[in-house]
């Protein structure tokens, strides 16, 4: 009887030796003016990035911008109207990183009092906006490059009056999925918060949002709500590593479980 040996190689071609650095990296962080955006600019700042925070509010923005090194930029822009967006990045030059977490103050209501009309425009910016920035930036994107986008929780266990918000990451989740495969070899995958301490909820009356966060600190594993700045190490993961697309991260602290 015959046995054949197959000779493994002694070295694999083209496997990363270390973590993707993001020193000298230009990342673009449409949203970032304050909340997760903002925190995913300081985080990748601290990583060696040369970051460029874009956002509507100007005042905001300057206050952001003083957080941030020396050198960082920002720029006003509108991201609700589509060629605002294409204006921006035909002006930008070419970068490495683009992560969208742009979006208003959350709604939250039944459908049976959802005016359709205000829903179409809830999804404007969240959404459609982010198409936009995806259609006018990923040609600018160098090799290596990523794009990181936003979802939710409320996809995969929404609450009552969470329709209009569940749609919408359900539908940015899919939008995640088929841009990976379309614009490979792009890395596309979004970031998929739960309940986030931050300006998003300050629609809501305070006694209202703070027994919110106290019963998800008492209801979820990790016994406390996120800080936007968990979400901003999720973005920065996603930027470094450089085999995974088409995902969606969860940062949840275990709100799909319970």
């Known amino acids: ?60 923005l300057d206050n952001a911008l003083s957080q941030l090194p020396t050198g960082s930029e920002a720029y006003s822009v509108d991201l609700s109207q589509e060629e605002n967006i294409s204006r921006f990045f035909a002006g930008i030059g070419r970068f490495d990183h683009l992560i969208y977490t742009a979006g208003e103050n959350l709604n939250l209501q039944s459908l049976s009092t959802t005016v359709i009309d205000d ?37 995969l266990r929404p609450g009552k009056g969470w329709s209009m918000a569940s749609a919408i990451c359900g539908a940015m989740e899919g939008f995640v999925r088929a841009m990976a495969v379309e614009l490979a070899p792009i890395r596309v995958n979004c970031v998929v918060p739960g309940v986030i301490r931050t300006g998003l909820w ?22 406390r709500v996120g800080e936007a700045e968990d979400v901003a190490l999720a973005f920065v993961y996603l930027m470094q590593q450089s085999f995974g697309t088409g995902q ?11």
């Open 1 to 60: 009887m015959s046995i054949s040996t197959t000779t493994l190689p002694t070295s694999t071609p083209h496997l990363p030796t270390s973590t993707p650095s993001l020193r000298n990296k230009k990342v673009i962080l449409l949203g970032a003016s304050s909340g997760i955006g903002l925190a995913t600019a300081k985080a990748a700042a601290a990583q060696g990035a040369n970051v460029i925070i874009v956002s509507g509010n100007q005042n905001r």
């Open 202 to 223: 300050a629609g809501m009356p305070e006694a209202s949002r703070e027994d919110l966060f106290t019963g998800m600190a008492n209801t979820l594993p990790v016994q």
């Open 248 to 258: 969606c991260l969860l940062v949840d602290g275990g709100t799909v479980l319970v």
């Open 119 to 155: 829903a179409r425009n809830f999804f404007n910016l969240r959404f459609w906006s982010a198409v936009a920035c995806v259609k006018y930036g990923a040609p600018l994107l160098n090799p290596g490059g990523s794009i990181g986008l936003t979802s939710g929780t409320a996809a």
